[in-house]
């Protein structure tokens, strides 16, 4: 008698709440394209173009040798979380204690998803930004809510703390802040972030504040740490990784999170569960170099990403139917491409038909009508210029 097969059992739940990036939809397609041959322009990265550094590189490869190869803390190495705490501490003058309140991480990514673990419950409110990096898949995955304030680019994309505060309600856990902003460039002032933090403690809310992009700030800035802020230190975690300061690092996956040892202590908890023994030992290795090791290079580059920047908005404000605002950080502008009246996914996908280039769409950030450039790109130029030769054959159908 011949057995039936039974379809397999369905999935778990929490699985299909999680969605996926259309970013990373499009680079797969653009990459099947790359293997056939096309010559494509990879333009939308959320990291800065290049290698990672000889040093870097070379402290990782004494690592091996020297037998960095076996199980670590489950913390990360005390070296790299003591590298952190100098870092913080020279720069934005905070003091965190590195045995209980800094945690290494497999990228910033595994920070924000222990985070949200530990301090969303199941019908909890989440508030973000709009546009922001997409926090709400983690959100959805928590079983919690996510609820969104809106930054405007008539207003130069300033945090507007009234804004914030109207939706805060009852149910609002956590809120969370992207600073240097992701995907605008924005680097949000003092009053700002005061004004923010005043909500905060009003409210009793934890603050989830993403800095990945702290080392990439543009004309003499200065980033601010809320943390600092009063009544802010208990409240806040910090997530940040090596990806987005060190060219070449993303595939180092070594990010980490900063905030009160009882959060900590439960972010590790679960980190324990997922990573065993902690992170890649030689990778944490390098990365001590990173942060200890002369900081010229890293200084140079980020001149180097601003006059790009400088060409980039140019350029992009010189097409057709394209603006753009000044991006105060990061390595990526975000410019208005909906006079075209395509939705972003439409757009980026005709863009990589017509141009074969790749800039990633601004719905991955909940708003539509943007797309994301990096300008850090080596071809940023010749992307630039497919652009404004494909986009002259269509029309602009609106303002």
Known sequence: MQTVAKEPAKFAARIARVGSFQSMLIDDVAMKMVRKGDDVIMIGSNAPAGETLPHIRNAAKRALDSGYTKYGPTSGLFELRQAVADKLKREYDFEADPESEILLTNGAEEAIFLAMQALVNSGDEVLQSKPSYPFDLHVNYSEG??????????????????????????????????????????VFTREELEEFSEIAVKRNLFVLVDH?????????????????????????????????????????????????????????????????????????????????????????????????????????????????LTPEASCHSFPRVSSYGMSSVDFVYWLLKEAKIVVHPSITYNIEGYVRFNHSHPRYEEALERMEKALRKIPVRRN
Request: aromatic content about 8%; overall charge positive.
């Open 145 to 186: 809510i996510s609820t969104e304030y809106r930054l405007e680019e008539r207003n130069g994309w300033k945090l507007d703390a009234e804004r914030v505060e109207s939706r805060v309600s009852r149910k609002t856990r956590l809120v969370t802040l992207v600073n240097p902003h992701s995907p605008t460039g924005r």
């Open 212 to 324: 990945v992009y702290s080392d990439l700030v543009y004309d003499g800035r200065r980033h601010i740490n809320i943390a600092n802020l009063p009544g802010m230190r208990e409240r806040t975690v910090i997530v940040c990784s090596f990806s987005k300061s060190y060219p070449g690092m993303g595939g180092w996956r070594v990010g980490y999170a900063v905030g009160n040892r009882k959060l900590i202590a439960e972010m590790t908890k679960l980190h324990g569960l997922i990573s065993n023994m902690g992170g890649c030992t030689f990778a944490q290795k390098g990365a001590v170099e990173a942060y200890l090791a002369n900081q010229t290079p890293l200084s140079r580059m980020v001149r180097k990403f601003q006059r790009q920047r400088d060409a980039s908005v140019k350029r992009l404000n010189e097409i057709k139917g394209v603006s753009v």
